[in-house]
Structure formats: C-alpha cells, structure tokens
C-alpha cells in the first residue's frame, strides 16, 4: 500500500492527461485504477492472514482450527478441581469461624435468660406488695402459692383451692395435671420440672440460728412489712436456688458423697457440730472449712416447690455449699444459680440485684436481716 501511495503522490502534480500504452488517458482514470488494485491487494493479505490461521506455515507445524481450539478448552476446564490441601485450608478456616462465634452466640442466650430470671424476681416483688396490700401482711411459709392470683395465675390458684376443700370433705382432688407457672423456673436451671411444682426462687429466712432474724411468721402472728426496720430497700427477701439432686422426692435415695460433690450446689451437706444461737460467725467458719467439706455426708432433702415453705438463709455469700442438718439444727442454705459468679437477689421494696459470690460475708449478713441484729452476727 506504501507503493500506490507513492505512485499518486506522482500522478497527482501532474493533472490534465498521461499517455498509457501508446494512447492518452486522464490522470483520475490512472488513480481510480491503483485504488482498485490496491484494494485487491489488501483482500489477499487478509484472506492470506486468516489461513494462516488454519493452516501451517511450516512443514511439521500442528494445524488449528476453531473447533480444536473449543475443545482444548473444554478439556482445560474439566482438568480444573479443588486439591485436598484446599479442603483442608476451607475446614480450618470454618472451624475457626465456630470457635470465635460460639461462645458470643452461648453468651448472648445466657444473657437473655439472665434477664428473664430478673424478671421473674421483679414480678414476684410487684405481687408481694400487691399481697401485703389487700390482707395487710405476707404469707411467709406458703408464699409463692399464696400470690398465685397476683402473678396472673388465677386458674392455679384455683385449682389448688379446689383440692384443699376436698381434702376438708375427705374426697380425692388430684392435681397431677396442675403445674408450677414459668415465672417460678429460671430459664438457665434445665433440672427443674414444672410438672413437679418446681421452683428456683426462695425466701429469705435470715439465719438457721435466729428464726425471728428474716421473713419468718412468728407463731401465729402474720408477718408485716412494718417488721423490717432495717429498711425495704437494704434488706433481701427473696434469692434463687438451684433444685437439688434429687428434687423431694421423698422416696428418692439421697444421692452418695462422691456424686454430692461433683454437684456441691444442689446437693445438701451434713456434719454432728452443734452451734448456739450466739454462734453465728463460728458456723459460717466450720461451713467454709475445707476439712468439714471433705468429711461431710449427705443427707435427703424434702423439694424445694411452691407449695412448700423453702427457703434460704444468709449466712454464708452465694454459690457455697448448703448444709441441710448440723447436728440436730438447721444448717445454712446457701442461694445459688447457674450465672455464673453470683446470683440475684429481690430487696423488700421490689428492686432486683445481682449479688456477687464474692461478697463480704459480714455484708451478706447485714442484707438478710430485717431488725438491726447485725451487731449481734
């Protein structure tokens, strides 16, 4: 194509007529002519280029074509796979992914029955009051059936009305079919039966040496808010306790040692030391005594329900080991929950709080009664 261009570059200056081949032609006729041959020759180079594509330009040279090209193509993408070492690299980083999300997923469930658990203690204190406001006192050994109707459970509530008044009449009223509500089970205790009238919550009977010392009904006199002169607010009334292995079941075998204390915290513990009522620092040390620990028996324990009067007391701080019997007495029962380093606590005016398994045990105390007798513990 550079020649033509040339050959115009020629022509052009020239103008008016060129003689060719003996006879005159005009100079556009001869440029018009090289554009067509220029033209042709520019299709041959193409047409030569593309079968070159197709056919080999040396001797020995592999042809290709366009379905040979497609094919090696589909061979190359069936050859492609995922070796072992990625497998195992895809698994490593799952695994790990599992191990970071996990535990926030298992915290986040705890911290939501955590919070259901405190509700369940604020309903029970907002039913207290209610309570203490129509009768004018509590009902301290039966109180969680006896605010039944206040914790919107009137159709219980009813029914166990039903089968006391047929035991007054000497007829069978069962009740296997009446079962304990769900604000009386905290969600994180996966032992408790509600069928069972189980329950996880308890009042707070100060001290198994000083029955007048927490929310205990004196003989026949009903217990009245007005008793607590330490203030609502500064004293516990009710606490949680985890259901103890076994749970009443008064047919049930009290469970061995060995087995207690892989589950010290719903296990009831018993030793022969015999204290006096003025001996409340000398129990809480033989309790907390590892050697007492070691050599103490168990001991079966009626059920902690809402039907019955179960409690705890606050001599020792939470999560400790609980002692059903000291020698002929009540030993302390200590409040526990599967929250971890402590347990939450109901105060007299309604409000709920999270009280750490290590509190000073002299602060313990003063929180669990109700009349200034913490200068005599």
């Given at each position: 194509m550079a020649g033509h261009e040339e050959i115009r570059?020629?022509?052009?200056?020239?103008?008016?007529?060129?003689?060719?081949?003996?006879?005159?032609?005009?100079?556009?006729?001869?440029?018009?002519?090289?554009?067509?041959?220029?033209?042709?020759?520019?299709?041959?180079?193409?047409?030569?280029?593309?079968?070159?594509?197709?056919?080999?330009?040396?001797?020995?040279?592999?042809?290709?074509?366009?379905?040979?090209?497609?094919?090696?193509?589909?061979?190359?993408?069936?050859?492609?796979?995922?070796?072992?070492?990625?497998?195992?690299?895809?698994f490593g980083v799952i695994g790990l992914l599992l191990?970071?999300?996990?535990?926030?997923?298992?915290?986040?469930?705890?911290?939501?029955?955590?919070?259901?658990c405190r509700n369940n203690l604020r309903q029970i204190g907002v039913a207290l009051h209610s309570f203490h406001e129509q009768h004018g006192f509590l009902d301290t050994q039966r109180t969680l059936k006896a605010i039944l109707p206040r914790m919107g459970e009137g159709a219980i509530a009813a029914e166990f009305d039903a089968g006391e008044a047929a035991d007054l009449?000497?007829?069978?009223?069962?009740?296997?079919?009446?079962?304990?509500?769900?604000?009386?089970?905290?969600?994180?205790?996966?032992?408790?039966?509600?069928?069972?009238?189980?329950?996880?919550?308890?009042?707070?009977?100060?001290?198994?040496?000083?029955?007048?010392?927490?929310?205990?009904?004196?003989?026949?006199?009903?217990?009245?808010?007005?008793?607590?002169?330490?203030?609502?607010?500064?004293?516990?009334?009710?606490?949680?306790?985890?259901?103890?292995?076994?749970?009443n079941h008064a047919t049930a075998p009290s469970p061995t040692p060995d087995v207690a204390r892989l589950n010290p915290l719903r296990s009831f513990f018993s030793t022969d030391r015999q204290f006096t009522p003025d001996e409340h620092h000398a129990m809480y040390l033989h309790c907390m005594d590892p050697v007492v620990r070691e050599q103490a028996e168990t001991r079966s324990w009626r059920n902690i329900n809402m039907t019955a009067g179960s409690h705890y007391h606050h001599l020792v701080p939470p999560q400790n080991w609980s002692f059903g019997a000291l020698a002929r007495g009540d030993g302390p029962i200590a409040p526990s929950s599967l929250h971890g380093s402590g347990v939450h606590v109901l105060f007299a005016d309604g409000h709920v709080d999270f009280v750490s398994q290590d509190i000073d045990y002299r602060a313990f105390w003063k929180m669990g009664t109700i009349a200034s007798q913490d200068e005599q513990w």
């Open positions: 570059g020629l022509i052009l200056p020239c103008g008016g007529l060129i003689r060719q081949g003996g006879r005159q032609t005009s100079s556009s006729t001869v440029l018009d002519q090289i554009d067509i041959v220029g033209t042709n020759e520019t299709r041959h180079s193409d047409s030569a280029s593309d079968c070159r594509e197709f056919w080999p330009r040396k001797v020995g040279e592999r042809m290709s074509s366009p379905s040979r090209r497609w094919r090696d193509s589909r061979d190359q993408s069936a050859r492609s796979g995922v070796t072992l070492i990625e497998i195992l690299v895809s191990a970071l999300l996990l535990p926030a997923v298992l915290s986040s469930r705890e911290a939501a029955r955590k919070t259901q009449q000497g007829q069978s009223y069962p009740l296997t079919h009446v079962t304990s509500p769900a604000s009386y089970v905290c969600p994180s205790d996966f032992l408790a039966e509600r069928s069972k009238w189980d329950t996880n919550y308890v009042i707070n009977f100060g001290s198994p040496l000083d029955w007048q010392a927490g929310f205990r009904q004196r003989g026949d006199e009903p217990f009245r808010l007005s008793l607590v002169t330490d203030g609502l607010s500064n004293t516990a009334i009710f606490s949680e306790k985890l259901v103890p292995i076994p749970n």
